[in-house]
């Protein structure tokens, strides 16, 4: 009878050695995680920028966002309104968000509005349709599709003066 005593008792022994060890690794898989984590963290540049959505100010936010609406195609995704009159919206065209604010004339009525201002629209391969489209519904562009530099664009100009160039990659 002694000797079952002394194996339970040696049982017991080698699995308090192996309950030890187990913690050991997960402890030290733990430790490393956070590590790995601070060393993985993105370093500073542009390639961690997802998209930009532009805002311009207009003198009649109605009669733009009808043009952006009629002309170019794009819907107003989102309607700003302040004590009941409208102020503008947020315009989309798939990817493309573009802000219409109204100008609050704060800095006067001759403001010029648009100068220096280009936005430059990366679409799909069919930029001679989408133009195409845009002189259908009556838009006036600054230039016919054309290549040059790899890319094939055309422009432009909204009510306001803010110059669109919408360009795509050219056909080899």
């Known amino acids: 009878m002694a000797k079952k005593p ?5 049982k017991s022994a080698k699995k308090k050695p192996a309950a030890k060890a187990a913690p050991k690794k997960s402890v ?6 956070p590590v ?21 100010t207009v003198s009649d936010a109605t009669a733009s966002v009808a043009w952006y609406q009629n ?3 794009f819907k107003l995704a ?3 309104e302040n004590d009941g009159q409208f102020q503008g919206g947020s315009m989309r065209l798939g990817n493309v968000t573009i802000n219409i604010g109204q100008d609050d004339w ?21 930029i ?7 002189k259908a519904r009556g838009g006036t562009l600054d230039h016919d599709p054309q290549d ?7 422009g432009i100009t909204d009510p306001d003066g803010y110059k669109l160039t919408f360009m795509t990659n050219a056909k080899k």
């Not at 002394?6 to 040696?10: D, F, G, H, R, S």
């Not at 001679?128 to 845009?134: E, G, H, S, T, W």
């Not at 040059?148 to 055309?154: L, S």
Request: hydrophobic share 40%; net charge positive; proline share 5%.
């Open 128 to 134: 001679d349709k989408y133009a195409d489209q845009i």
């Open 6 to 10: 002394k194996k339970l008792a040696k």
């Open 28 to 33: 030290k898989k733990v430790a490393k995680k």
């Open 148 to 154: 040059g530099w790899g890319m094939r664009v055309f």
């Open 78 to 80: 989102e309607r700003w």
């Open 106 to 126: 704060k800095m006067g009525r001759d403001r010029i509005k648009g100068q220096g201002t280009r936005m430059y629209i990366m679409m799909g391969p069919k």
């Open 71 to 73: 002309v170019l195609g």
């Open 36 to 56: 790995a984590k601070k060393a993985a963290a993105p370093k500073p540049s542009g390639s961690t920028l997802l998209s930009v959505a532009p805002g311009f």
